[in-house]
């Protein structure tokens, strides 16, 4: 069965490849990420960046597509990251290293084609106080959460009770900016990543960054509806309608909202009902 492909509004993985590594871009693109970053920044030390640049460039114009993650606006090497990709016919959008502020997405804007997605990366606490406006800058897609840097930036630690506030602001103004659930920071360790994506989906995130391809599956199914909850959806829906849209108590209208969210998902996602499930609860 081919992969279904997911659109970058609801993407769940998202999968940093380091632009020194141009080896690891075919490995990405068949990999299990919903979507694919190619890093110039952190992941690339300041003597190599013009190698990775132009090696992300001659990818993104070969038949390839994906995002770039770009060098912070305080950068030196922001405007040449910009001028060097604008015109890459492959490039799907650009994730803006540590945003602090509404204009740094402006100026990033200003300098790509008309309508090009920008990703802002919130990694300091100067970008957490300014989160909601950065939100609501008319070039941003979607915020992310750079759990790394704002630890450094912030001194903090790593139980997650520490990041509890940040990762809040971050979805409250996703909200109230009408854009879709924030992207969550990565977790390094594979046995810590089940529980790593299960707290993003509680906190209200729904995508989150992976550093290597192998924890895409984890995190994709971490961040999805079960089988057994898109059978509960189904069962909810159908025995709604055949009662007519019937409303017996205050619960109902919330849980047919829920079942049809579920739904939505299950087709975005490609995600079967469990057949036993589907026969077996009581709805």
């Not at 990775?52 to 090497?77: K, P, Q, Y």
Request: charged fraction near 25%.
């Amino acid at each position: 069965m081919p992969r279904t492909v997911v659109s970058p509004l609801i993407a769940r993985s998202w999968l940093l490849v380091p632009a020194s590594k141009p080896e690891l871009f075919e490995i990405a693109q068949e990999s299990e990420a919903d979507a694919i970053i190619i890093d110039i920044e952190d992941a690339v030390a300041a003597k190599d960046k013009q190698r990775a640049r132009a090696d992300t460039v001659e990818w993104l114009s070969t038949g390839h597509r994906a995002w770039v993650r770009i060098n912070d606006a305080a950068s030196e090497f922001w405007s040449t990251d910009l001028a060097d990709l604008k015109d890459a016919p492959g490039l799907e959008g650009v994730m803006l290293a540590k945003t602090e502020s509404a204009s740094h997405v402006d100026d990033t804007a200003d300098r790509l084609p008309e309508g090009m997605p920008i990703l802002a990366l919130v990694e300091t606490a100067r970008g957490v106080l300014h989160v909601e406006r950065i939100a609501s800058a008319p070039s941003t897609f979607r915020l992310a959460f750079g759990t790394g840097d704002f630890k450094r930036d912030t001194a903090t630690g790593d139980d997650p009770i520490a990041l509890a506030y940040a990762r809040s602001q971050l979805v409250i103004a996703s909200r109230a900016a009408r854009l879709p659930a924030p992207i969550d920071g990565p977790t390094l360790s594979m046995d810590a990543l089940a529980d790593g994506t299960r707290l993003s989906k509680e906190m209200g995130m729904s995508g989150k960054l992976c550093l290597t391809h192998t924890q895409a599956a984890t995190i994709n199914a971490g961040l999805a509806p079960s089988a057994e909850e898109v059978a509960w959806a189904h069962g909810f829906v159908r025995a709604f309608e055949e009662s007519g849209g019937k409303i017996t108590d205050g619960s109902d209208l919330p849980r047919l909202a829920r079942a049809q969210k579920i739904q939505t998902q299950a087709r975005d996602f490609g995600i079967e009902a469990d057949a036993a499930a589907l026969g077996e609860l009581n709805y």
